[in-house]
């Protein structure tokens, strides 16, 4: 069964750290894209940041540019997003996502997502 | 504010065929394919439609995907109680150089 599993998720204070793991399965990873979206408490989607296959291109929203890292380890079939200077409006459900390619992103498998609340 | 527009709510009877717009502008939707998700209450988004018109296995055809110039539609037909969800569109944004979603609409089955 493909499958996509978070975790790392949890309550962190303004200014904190946190990261997020992806554990993927059922599917070869090292040859998709992989993607991060959120979702605010009852807001729409919104894309943060996906990395190519290897490794060598990764591309972020502008609110996170410089705060959030994406990274992969394809040994491992994991996904992260290291999320440091945290804000408030960081506060949503984060999924892992595959696909989300540059230029053609579709996004056909979605983990069940991991809550970060950022809250002093 | 959302790089692509999507009316909030929309609704229909069972049986209906409703039809969701999303509206862009040339540096996504006018250049790019529209990808289409359904996220049920509760739960995490699914692929519905891909490269406008595309279904991924699974999909029903009652679900149908258009595009043209700087707009898309999702179409629903033969309405069902368990199609009441949030409705995303989403494509590449050329200027952005990132992914860009809709608002959501909220599909009521009246």
């Known amino acids: 069964e493909v499958q996509l599993v978070e975790s790392g998720g949890g309550l962190v204070q303004p200014g904190g750290s946190l990261r997020l793991s992806c554990a993927a399965s059922?599917?070869?990873?090292?040859?998709?894209?992989m993607s991060w979206v959120r979702q605010a408490p009852g807001k729409g989607l919104e894309w943060v940041a996906n990395?190519?296959?290897?490794?060598?291109?990764?591309y972020y929203v502008d609110s996170v540019k410089g705060r959030f890292t994406i990274s992969r380890d394809n040994a491992k079939k994991s996904l992260y997003l290291k999320m440091n200077s945290l804000r408030g409006e960081d506060t949503a459900v984060y999924y892992c996502?595959?696909?989300?390619?540059?230029?053609?992103?579709?996004?056909?498998?979605w983990g069940r997502g991991t809550t970060v609340s950022v809250s002093s | 504010q959302s790089v692509l527009t999507q009316p909030p709510s929309a609704s229909g009877t069972p049986g209906q065929r409703v039809t969701i717009s999303c509206s862009g502008s040339g540096s996504n939707i006018g250049s790019n394919y529209v990808y289409w998700y359904q996220q049920l209450p509760g739960t995490a988004p699914k692929l519905l439609v891909y490269r406008n018109n595309q279904r991924p296995s699974g999909v029903p055809d009652r679900f149908s995907g258009s595009k043209s110039g700087t707009s898309a539609s999702l179409a629903i037909s033969g309405l069902r109680s368990e199609d009441e969800a949030d409705y995303y569109c989403?494509?590449?944004?050329?200027?952005?150089?990132?992914?860009?979603f809709g608002g959501g609409t909220k599909l009521t089955v009246l």
């Open positions: 990395i190519k296959e290897d490794g060598s291109e990764k």
């Open positions: 989403s494509t590449w944004d050329d200027s952005l150089f990132g992914v860009v």
């Open positions: 996502v595959r696909g989300g390619q540059t230029g053609t992103p579709s996004m056909d498998v």
């Open positions: 059922g599917f070869t990873f090292s040859i998709y894209w």
